[in-house]
Nanobody, 124 residues
Framework: QVQLVESGGGLVQAGGSLRLSCAAS????????GGWFRQAPGKEREFVAY????????GYADSVKGRFTTSRDNAKNTVYLQLNSLKPEDTAVYYC?????????????????WGQGTQVTVSS
């Protein structure tokens, strides 16, 4: 089992930045890929970013490419999501997830463990 706890959300003005953290406990986090998803009110949970176990492979949704960056520190069992140039449409609850498999990393069904989410609100 892996327990995930997100932090770093908040209220920010458009154009601002936030850094989300996802701290893992339980099994060795370096054995898992990391993913970030978000869910806005009334919408489906959607893929945001992916990082492989070593950090060598990363992927992003087109809507955040060039603005968001994911990274990880396996010594600290933590994955990060840096959010820059935020827009009101980025407002959502952001979730981190972990997986041991290798299916499509944009598919939320491929992830085994989830955090509780952290709210990001971007005002215009």
């Amino acid at each position: 089992q892996v327990q995930l706890v997100e932090s770093g959300g908040g209220l920010v003005q458009a154009g601002g930045s936030l850094r989300l953290s996802c701290a893992a406990s339980g099994r060795t986090f370096s054995s898992y890929d990391g993913g970030w998803f978000r869910q806005a009110p009334g919408k489906e949970r959607e893929f945001v970013a992916y990082i492989s176990r070593s950090g060598g492979i990363r992927g992003y949704a087109d809507s955040v490419k060039g603005r968001f960056t994911t990274s990880r520190d396996n010594a600290k069992n933590t994955v990060y999501l840096q959010l820059n140039s935020l827009k009101p449409e980025d407002t959502a609850v952001y979730y981190c997830a972990a997986r041991s498999g290798s299916r499509d990393f944009t598919n939320r069904a491929s992830y085994d463990f989830w955090g509780q989410g952290t709210q990001v609100t971007v005002s215009s």
